[in-house]
């Protein structure tokens, strides 16, 4: 009779308090966007937009009753709020918005000079602006009716193959554009399935039917290439309700800037916060944070957009508020942007709880908890942190960790292989091998995978796209997958670059040596991956690094290494930073780990900024920055959350409670019940963070979530919760035999006769790392002093309302 | 006699002990030391719990003051009016101790005195264990047999325990080798016996008239598991329940007591016997124990409630033994009126439901045992008349009795599977007999003994070692030996059977090495162990020591030995360095035998991983070297690559400043001269150079001084037989490259560099055009760590094409990768291949061998030694992934013009990283055609781009000598009016790739086999087979020896012919359960067509299903249409047709083939012509 099961309860409750002061309204300037700009040609234009700055960025835009006025008419004119060039030379614009006003400085070149649209920057955008590539339509791998092309015009050769020359021409009538099928059908002047997409006499129209006009030129080598993009303004934080113009502008590689807004496909990360459309027009949906996706030919560009919450917060909230380091710096100024107060600090029990489960996937043990609560040296929480760092069993979790990134799994290595690149990993944990150096070891292997563990990388994967693809997902913390057949939509990353990637390893070879799983990694100096697209060759390249020339002999990996892990590789340092982040955070700085896509901007730019930059100034020591995050306040803040932050997610002003993770929780279990695991073929006693593979059988672990490790994915390991687990718990095996055990804590209390007192306190501090609070000791005291019930069966029942409660199962 | 002394000895001591303590002034009589201790003496012998004379214990305080019948016998204060006073001085009756007892000193009485003046104060703590005997040592005069007291068979009778005065033999059957001794023991042990399952051992005993206990004992370790005590006197019987919940005991204090065999209580007594208790039995339902007594009564009692509930009386004198049939039903007993009675014992066992069914005399003198078989058929007594009689168990009637024995046999056990009696005898002797027979079953002769192990293998020379050693056979060793005369060994100490303690002193001068220890008995000599001398100190593990934090203390200049001995262990051991010391840990694991895999893991105090080493240059021990950064303390783990362990996982673990060779420079010296070659390692002196004496071909060892250096493995030199010379750097560049006079050897090493294709060794050479040069290395061979790679590259360092390959066709490989050794590969599009077509996968090259032979297989390629694939144009297998892309290719000279087929062409240059024939491992192997007259450069780098002063490989330019040499196996066992197939295997050498053709000829009458036999151009094998006529009978060895067998191939312009051993052992067998022919005799077929045969099978026996295939075509002509399965005869059926198709390209030619069955030992048919012809009438015919 498990009667007692339910009396035990444990909540995470919401304090309730609140302080309600007014913002004030800081002092607010005006500016007109684009600030400066040039107009190029006669067909050039700019739309402009009259914002309000803060001293924190924008603010919003001004919409109406603005009027605009032209230093000179002759050069530039405005047209329903579009800068329109008449003339070459200079102007200023002013936008008044009541007495408010800003000014924008023009210059007007080119006039004169002979305008032609190009295939490769001006028809391909309209074209994806259209939506005519998109993957629904004529983007599909099979086209659409037999006309096909390149999804997002990633691949403008075969476009404008298929528009001028394919089926005899059928689609451009080079004497009479305006009979071209191109043009009929978006206009719906013939039946086009796909609708309606453009009318006659729009710009698309325009630079459609000059183009064929002009002789309908193809894409040439030297067409000038995007540089880069530029959204304006690219950060403003708006009121609810509020409308904000966005304006992109594109840089070519010959100099020229233009007003793409029009032909930008605008995406929102985060609808209920901002939406877009088509336009560029955002419209504020609700609080918090959103990004605002730009997409233009090839390249990406995100604006966010910040919604605070209209609570009233005190400023001495944020100002009064602990901080420690630059991480409580940065939090609390998006904080404060955002206007959600933090949490109020954490407990010493509750953070030596945290802590313990963060850094080393421990509990602590009953002696530890109660030396750390009676300790009264102010910095016993530093102390604390250098002691977890310094544990061997740091390296037991940092290991799995690492080995659930890098795939150790014998179902695809042989057994001494993979006990060989665990302990490879495992060495580098427990050296603090600076992350550069370890990546650069295993992206570098060579010789032989017994010898040499982290040459098993090589073995787990062979083919240079799938090598491309994972060091992209481990160390970049990008899937670089979908620029396999065509560019990426979401990245910048183009299809020729995802090959040049793949030739880096195209000269990785294996050949087998003695001894089982034993195979010799080494490059040779000849060979190349082919580019499907092309049939030839892809210039091997890191990503956005340098091209190596073919005929050099050096080993392309030693490049790609150099490139991965210089301090100017962005990706890098941030992809390590967000992993560790999410490891003490529970939420990444960008979600999910591996998605760091410029277009998934991390929820504070200029932490993750600092963040990395930290780790790159302190050689890539990953304690380090595990250390700079242990000490900072925000990590110390309470989890509790308060009515004014209980929606946040995503900006640290209370530490998020999550589920501990499978091998956790399963440690955990074993350590409170004092009944080790076994898991079969290994030694007794051994904890599940100290297997090195998955491929040992165990229902627990494998019902709450444990990674396959099959492929490089954060996704891999369920954090999701399943009634499985929930029927697991209450009433499957693992708990229930661990408190039946002979011998386990609950026996060794009993046969000393503790009193229920003791009892009581002991479960607490083994399992919750805290004393019981006088009233739950009340309320338990009085059930287990029930004289019908068997005591040891009081006692299990006590140990498993509390293993089976939230407070338990959850770090926070 | 003696005892009596021992007692008089015992009181003396004690009295003037007492008396010293007396004699200290001024404090009263302590009771523990100075009161009890006389009362013991004098007075507890009638004043005890048992007998209480007079009412009076004076065994303990609290009775002695309680006082006897007459009341108190102590006044408090007042020793004069204390009875107890009064009675030892005389003043009051009656006197005591009584008459003719020793009597008190003045002193003790005064003692007394004192004590009851004082207050007489209670005990100050417990007082000494009353059962604990002080005796003076007296030693016996020679040799003592004590004698054997009881005996039982273990539950798998395997071994035999043997009980006797303080001690229990435990010895293994048959060779009664003494196991363990559990003990000691005090007093005789009367009873012994096993737990039903073998784990514990009881024995029961006491110090006759002290006390009586039980000892359980672990029988695996020997340690005691639980003691039992409580009688009075000494047991006579213990038994467990059959369900061991209950230990019965009994005593000659009269008492029968059941304790809880758990918790040691005694849950109750049984008391009624009014004699000692000489026996007790368990009915084997275990509810009713039956005891035998001295008061002439066997008792049955109610072992759940204690209830005596039969006494049988008829005895007439003591009864000695009792015991319960193995099926309940009847109990049996025996004693001093000579018979054994045997009673018919109902379920409930109550009075006057058990008659005697049997009475029988049997032996002439008193009954002392008697004891059942196992399955209750037997009975087995033993009498003070020195007989021992087996009985019919079930009528009580005489089956035959023993030899008369030597003294009487208390001790009697029945094997448990019935067939053999042990007898123990009171001179101490044991004898065991047929239970059948009675025939005596002699002693095996002594077995030797058997060394275990040594628990550290290692000792020190110049200093003395204490080693354990464990094994079996010990008891008797005498002696212990090393193998080195200067190794001084002796024996400290045998610890029973299994265990022994010597001491091992190495002179200081042993050289530093392995030797061997052994022991020896009179039985002979163990096994020799190996023992590894070292001026190191050697010590030992001691765990816990698995966390860096348990590390053990290590001295830095010494060895450890350990072992990991249960999965998971890891073993770490902190030792101190200063600053700049070259610290080297050195591992012997797999070379002292062990399963160990080990890895070495350094780590500083903080916990950080420094280094770590797993195998050493391709030897799996790791060697380990760090150049220490900072003074402190360092821990050095060792664990197993896969955390396994066992007690087989054992390893030595030198660490300190070591002098380790590890390699030698150059790898070869030329023949007939002394040459000085550089030794590398680690401590070494500076630049160590060894002269090495060569002869005129071999391997020579470098002479090291094992004194001063360690050696891990001796290191050897080859002897070369072209010109030698060694590489000077810089060699860099083309334009440092060393100029070599071709033929010649040169040495190398490949430094290791910073750069990632590390360092390239040049060579310069001349050659004429058209001149062929077989170029090579042998390192990975020699133990070189290098993986060289080789490249013969135009004067300026350019590479020079060696082949075009178009690529024709595109595949991938598909399904799964392959590894670099397999021949079989799944590739796409592969329906549109040809056999011999070259494919190229990703820098290797390939031919087709077989096509894929069903839906569910892949193209096997062309096979080159070892069962792995060769490689063309000296490329190198290796690893491809799947949906890596390949082609198939054509050859084209350098510098063709070709017409592009859309496919790429790939370039093959000189160039070679692993041999492509397989043969030379990693090392490399080129053949090379000079284009033109003129310099030609040789690189040589490591594949890896490793490198380092151990790196080093010899490399050889030389014409090739292109032969062949032919082997064949099979055909050993040819059955009568059946063929074996035998295989011919030729071994390509420097490029010799033409056909062989084998002519076999002068068999002997009633044989016939494939001959002419071709193997191919390009392949490795052929079959034939030997086929033996109905009646042929075996030839002699002498006609075996007439049969010859030679194979010819023209190399270059010359016809060469190479004899060959074949068929000198074969034997002829009888006509096997199938036969098998293949039909027509002849067969042709066009190319490109496909055409019928029969196998046909006569059945003598075999019924089954028979599978089938067809054996040495022509390559590219194959058995069509199988299916999945192959070819096929279902069951009964005796013909199949199959179908034989030629492909296209196939050129005419003519063979012997023959069918082959796979169910009766591989049976083949006769050999039958096979002609390819591109307009045969008989391929007409077939289709």
């Known amino acids: 009779m498990r009667y007692l099961r339910a009396f035990v309860f444990f909540c995470l409750l919401p304090s309730a308090f609140c302080l309600s002061l007014g913002r004030a309204a800081a002092g607010e300037v005006v500016k007109l966007l684009p600030g400066a700009f040039t107009l190029a040609g006669s067909l050039a234009r700019q739309s402009l937009v009259l914002e309000t700055y803060s001293d924190t960025g924008a603010t919003g835009q001004i919409a109406d009753g603005v009027s605009f006025s032209t230093s000179d008419p002759a050069i530039v004119k405005i047209e329903g709020g579009v800068a329109v060039p008449v003339a070459d030379g200079k102007a200023t614009i002013t936008a008044t918005a009541g007495e408010r006003s800003a000014t924008a400085e023009v210059t007007v070149v080119d006039m004169e000079k002979l305008f032609a649209w190009s295939f490769r920057n001006h028809v391909e955008s309209v074209i994806s602006k259209s939506g005519c590539n998109s993957g629904a339509c004529h983007g599909a791998l099979a086209g659409k009716k037999g006309f096909k092309l390149s999804l997002g015009a990633f691949d403008p050769l075969a476009d404008y193959f298929y528009i001028t020359r394919q089926a005899r021409s059928r689609r451009v009538v080079l004497s009479d554009p305006g009979r071209s099928l191109v043009l009929l059908k978006p206009t719906a002047t013939v039946p086009h399935k796909g609708g309606l997409r453009f009318r006659v006499g729009t710009p698309e129209y325009r630079v459609f039917s000059e183009w064929i006009a002009a002789g309908a030129h193809g894409p040439k080598d030297d067409d000038p290439r995007l540089a880069r993009l530029e959204i304006l303004p690219d950060a403003s934080v708006l009121k609810p309700g509020a409308k904000q113009q966005l304006i992109v502008r594109a840089y070519f590689s010959d100099g020229r800037a233009e007003d793409v807004t029009r032909w930008v496909r605008f995406t929102s990360t985060n609808e209920s916060v901002a939406g877009v459309d088509a336009a560029g027009l955002v419209e504020v949906a609700g609080h918090g944070e959103a990004a605002i996706k730009a997409w233009y030919l090839s390249g990406n560009v995100i604006a966010t957009v910040s919604v605070a919450y209209e609570r009233a917060v005190s400023p001495e909230v944020f100002a009064n508020a602990p901080r420690r380091n630059f991480i409580d710096e940065l939090v609390l100024a998006k904080l404060k942007n955002l206007n959600l107060p933090p949490s109020p600090p954490a407990g010493d029990a509750e953070f030596f709880r945290r802590a313990y489960i963060d850094t080393i996937g421990l509990l602590p043990t009953v002696e530890e908890t109660r030396a750390f609560l009676v300790d009264e040296a102010p910095d016993k929480r530093d102390k604390l942190i250098d002691h977890l760092l310094a544990r061997p069993e740091f390296v037991d979790y940092w290991a799995y960790k690492w080995s659930d990134l890098l795939l150790v799994n014998s179902d695809r290595l042989k057994p001494a292989a993979m006990w060989s690149y665990y302990h490879w990993i495992r060495n580098n944990v427990a050296a603090n091998t600076p992350w550069d150096k370890f990546a650069r070891q295993l992206v570098t292997a060579t010789g032989s995978t017994l010898e040499n563990g982290a040459a098993n990388f090589y073995v787990l994967h062979q083919d240079p796209p799938a090598l491309a693809e994972t060091v992209s997902v481990a160390f970049l913390g990008m899937s670089i997958n979908c620029a396999k057949c065509h560019n990426h939509p979401l990245e910048k990353w183009t299809n020729d670059q995802y090959y040049g990637m793949a030739n880096l390893f195209a000269r990785v070879r294996a050949k087998e040596a003695a001894g089982d799983g034993n195979s010799v990694v080494y490059p040779v100096t000849r060979g190349e991956w082919i580019q499907p697209r092309t049939g030839k060759a892809q210039p091997p390249r890191p990503l956005d690094g340098e091209a190596v020339p073919f005929e050099s002999e050096v080993d392309r990996r030693v490049v790609l290494a150099d490139w991965l892990t210089s301090p100017d590789n962005p990706y890098f340092s941030r992809a390590i930073t967000n992993r560790i982040w999410a490891n003490f955070f529970g939420v990444g700085l960008v979600e999910s780990v591996d998605d760091l896509r410029l277009t998934n901007p991390p929820s504070n730019a200029e932490l993750f900024d600092a963040a990395s930059g930290y780790l790159v100034e302190h050689g890539y020591d990953v304690k380090a920055l595990m250390r700079v995050i242990l000490q900072s306040a925000t990590y110390a803040t309470g989890s509790q959350p308060l009515a004014e932050n209980v929606d946040d997610g995503r900006f640290y002003s209370r530490y998020y409670p999550r589920r501990m993770m499978a091998e956790v929780l399963l440690d955990a279990l074993s350590q409170v019940s004092g009944v080790p695991t076994t898991f079969s073929g290994y030694a007794p006693g051994t904890r599940a963070l100290e297997l090195p593979d998955v491929s040992v059988d165990s229902y627990f672990l494998k019902t709450f979530g444990r990674p396959l490790r099959a492929i490089t994915c954060e996704c891999e390991r369920n954090a999701q919760p399943s009634m499985v687990q929930v029927l697991h718990l209450s009433n499957g095996d693992t708990i229930n035999e661990k408190l039946r055990a002979k011998g386990n804590r609950l026996d060794g209390m009993l046969s000393d006769g503790k009193s229920n007192d003791a009892i009581i306190e002991e479960a607490y501090l083994a399992a919750l790392s805290r004393y019981p609070t006088e009233p739950e000791k009340a309320k338990l005291l009085a059930e287990l002093d029930d004289s019908k019930v068997e005591r040891r069966e009081l006692v299990e029942d006590l140990y498993w309302s509390i293993l089976s409660s939230r407070e338990f199962l959850f770090n926070h | ?1183």
Not at chain 2, 819 to 842: F, P, S, V
């Open chain 2, 1 to 1183: 006699m003696r005892i009596a002394f021992c007692i008089l000895i015992a009181a003396f001591l004690s009295t003037l002990a007492a008396a010293l303590e007396a004699a200290q002034p001024a404090s009263a009589p302590d009771f523990n030391k100075q009161v009890a201790p006389i009362f013991q003496t004098y007075c507890v012998g009638c004043h005890n719990g048992q007998d209480k004379e007079g009412e009076l214990v004076l065994e303990h305080y609290a009775t002695l003051l309680a006082g006897g019948a007459k009341g108190a016998v102590i006044v408090p204060g007042k020793a004069d009016e204390s009875r107890l006073i009064q009675v030892l001085t005389g003043t009051a009756e009656p006197s005591m101790p009584p008459e003719d007892n020793e009597k008190p000193t003045a002193e003790e009485i005064a003692t007394l005195a004192s004590w009851i003046n004082a207050g007489a104060k209670g005990p100050d703590g417990a007082g000494p264990d009353p059962t604990v005997i002080v005796t003076p040592k007296i030693k016996p005069h020679g040799d003592v047999h004590e004698a054997v007291s009881a005996l039982a068979f273990s539950p798998d009778g395997k071994s035999l325990a043997v009980a006797r005065y303080g001690t229990v033999e435990w010895m293994a059957l048959p060779e009664r080798s003494l196991l363990r001794r559990f003990g000691p023991h005090r007093g005789r042990i009367n009873a012994v016996s096993f737990s039903k399952d073998g784990a514990r051992l009881l024995a029961a005993g006491g110090e006759p008239g002290v006390f009586g206990e039980v000892r359980l004992w672990n029988v695996a370790d020997g340690k005691p598991d639980r003691t039992f005590k409580g009688h009075d006197d000494s047991l006579y019987a213990a038994a467990l329940s059959p369900d061991g919940k209950l230990l019965a005991t009994s005593s000659y204090d009269q008492q029968i007591k059941l304790w809880d065999a758990v918790s040691g209580k005694v849950v109750r007594t049984l008391s009624g016997h009014n004699d000692a208790v000489f026996d007790l039995a368990f009915r084997p339902d275990g509810k009713i124990l039956a005891s035998a007594s001295g008061d002439r009564t066997a008792k049955l009692w109610d072992v759940a409630t204690g209830e005596r509930l039969e006494t049988f009386g008829q005895p007439t004198k003591e009864l000695y033994c009792v015991a319960f049939s193995p099926d309940g039903k009847r109990v049996a007993a025996g004693g001093v009126d000579n018979r054994i009675r045997v009673w018919q014992v109902s379920e409930a066992a109550k009075e006057n439901t058990n008659p005697l069914r049997y009475s029988r005399f049997a032996h002439e003198g008193a009954v002392v045992n008697l004891v059942f078989s196992a399955d209750g058929k037997t009975m087995v007594s033993a009498g003070e008349d020195r007989t021992v009689k087996i009985w019919d168990a079930e009528t009580m009637t005489e089956r035959l009795a023993l030899e008369r024995q030597s003294d009487w046999a208390p001790a009697l056990a029945i094997s448990p599977d019935g067939n053999t009696v042990a007898v123990g005898r009171l001179d101490g002797s044991l004898a065991l007999y047929n239970a059948a027979s009675g025939e005596i079953v002699p002693t095996p002769p002594p077995p030797k003994p058997e060394l275990a192990s040594l628990p550290v293998r290692g000792v020190q020379s110049g200093t003395t070692t204490r080693l354990k050693l464990s094994g079996k056979h010990l008891a008797e060793v005498t002696a212990v030996t090393a193998s080195h005369e200067k190794i001084a060994a002796k024996i400290l100490a045998v610890d029973g059977g299994t265990g022994l303690e010597v001491e091992v002193t190495p002179a200081a001068d042993v050289p530093r090495g392995r030797y061997e220890l052994w022991v020896a008995s009179p039985a002979g000599e163990s096994g020799h162990k190996r023992l590894y001398v070292d001026e190191l100190a050697q010590t030992a593990e001691a765990e816990p020591n698995d966390a860096l934090a348990q590390a053990n203390p290590t001295s830095r200049e010494s060895s450890v030995w350990g072992v990991l001995g249960t999965k998971g262990d890891v073993d770490s051991f902190a030792f101190d360095a200063k600053a700049g010391q070259h610290l080297v840990f050195d591992v012997s694991a797999t070379t002292i035998g062990s399963k160990a895999n080990l890895v070495l893991t350094l780590f500083d105090a903080a916990g950080r991983a420094l280094a770590d080493n797993n195998d050493f240059g391709g030897a799996s021990d790791p060697l380990l070297d760090y150049i220490v950064p900072a003074d402190g303390r360092y821990v050095i783990q060792a664990s197993d690559l896969m955390l396994e362990g066992s007690p087989d996982h054992d390893y030595r673990l030198s660490l300190g400043e070591l002098s380790v060779p590890t390699a030698v420079y150059p790898l070869s010296v030329p023949a007939n001269t002394e040459t000085q070659v550089e030794v590398t390692g680690y401590n070494l002196p500076e630049n160590l150079k060894v002269k090495v004496p060569a002869a005129a071909g071999g391997e020579v060892n470098v002479p090291l001084d094992p004194r001063t250096l360690r050696i891990r493995q001796p290191l050897k030199v080859v002897v070369g037989n072209l010109p030698e010379s060694l590489e000077a750097e810089p060699n860099d560049a083309p334009e440092t490259a060393a100029p070599i006079a071709v033929p010649a050897t040169v040495g190398g090493r490949i430094r290791g560099t910073d750069g990632a294709t590390g360092d390239n060794d040049y060579f310069r050479f001349e050659s004429k055009q058209g001149q062929s040069w077989i170029v090579e290395t042998d390192a990975a061979r020699r133990g070189s760590p290098v993986d060289t790679l080789i490249e013969v590259l135009a004067a300026d360092g350019q590479p020079i094409e060696r082949v075009l390959l178009q690529a024709v066709r595109d595949s991938n490989v598909t399904f799964r990768p392959i590894d670099g050794n397999t021949r079989d590969c799944r590739l796409t599009n592969w329906e549109e291949m040809q056999l011999n077509q070259l494919l190229y996968l990703n820098g290797e090259v390939v031919k087709l061998f077989r096509a894929p032979q069903g839906p569910d297989s892949g193209f096997l390629f062309y096979e080159g030694d070892g069962g792995k694939r060769m490689c063309y144009f000296d490329t190198t297998a290796t690893a491809h992934a799947v949906e890596e892309p390949c082609f198939i290719v054509r050859e084209h000279a350098p510098g063709t013009k070709l017409i592009s087929t859309g496919l790429p062409v790939f370039p093959v240059y000189y160039a070679s990283d692993d041999d492509g024939r397989r043969r030379l491992g990693s090392d490399s192997r080129l053949t090379f055609t000079a284009p033109a007259d003129g310099a030609y450069l040789v690189r040589v780098r490591d594949s890896r781009g490793h490198g380092g002063d151990r790196f080093s490989y010899r490399l050889s330019i030389r014409p090739p000598e292109p032969d062949f040499s032919v082997s064949t196996s099979g055909a050993d066992q040819v059955a009568a009016g059946s063929g074996d197939e035998f295989t011919l295997s030729v071994d390509r050498i420097d490029g010799f790739d033409d056909e062989v053709r084998i002519e076999i000829s002068g068999l002997p009458e009633g044989f016939r086999v494939s001959t002419p036999i071709v193997i191919q151009a390009g392949h490795r094998d052929a079959k034939g087979v030997l086929f033996a006529e109905p009646d042929a009978k075996q030839p002699s060895a002498e006609a075996l020896k007439q049969i010859t067998a030679t194979a010819t191939a023209t190399i270059g312009d010359k016809e060469v012919t190479r004899p060959i051993k074949a068929f000198e052992n074969v034997k002829l067998v009888p006509k096997p359960k199938l036969l098998v022919r293949l039909e027509p005799a002849e067969l042709a077929v066009a190319p490109g067509a496909t055409i019928t045969a029969t196998i046909k099978v006569q059945r003598n026996g075999h019924d089954d299903l028979v599978k089938f295939t067809v054996e040495n075509l022509p390559h590219g002509v194959i058995v069509d249409n199988i299916g999945l399965s192959g070819v096929m005869m279902p069951k009964g059926e005796t013909e199949r047709q199959i179908f034989i198709t030629a492909d296209a390209w196939v050129p005419e030619t003519t063979r012997l083939c023959f069918a082959v069955e796979d169910q009766v030992g591989r049976q083949c048919s006769p050999p039958v012509v096979i002609h390819v012809r591109k307009d045969s009438p008989l391929a007409e015919a077939g289709k």
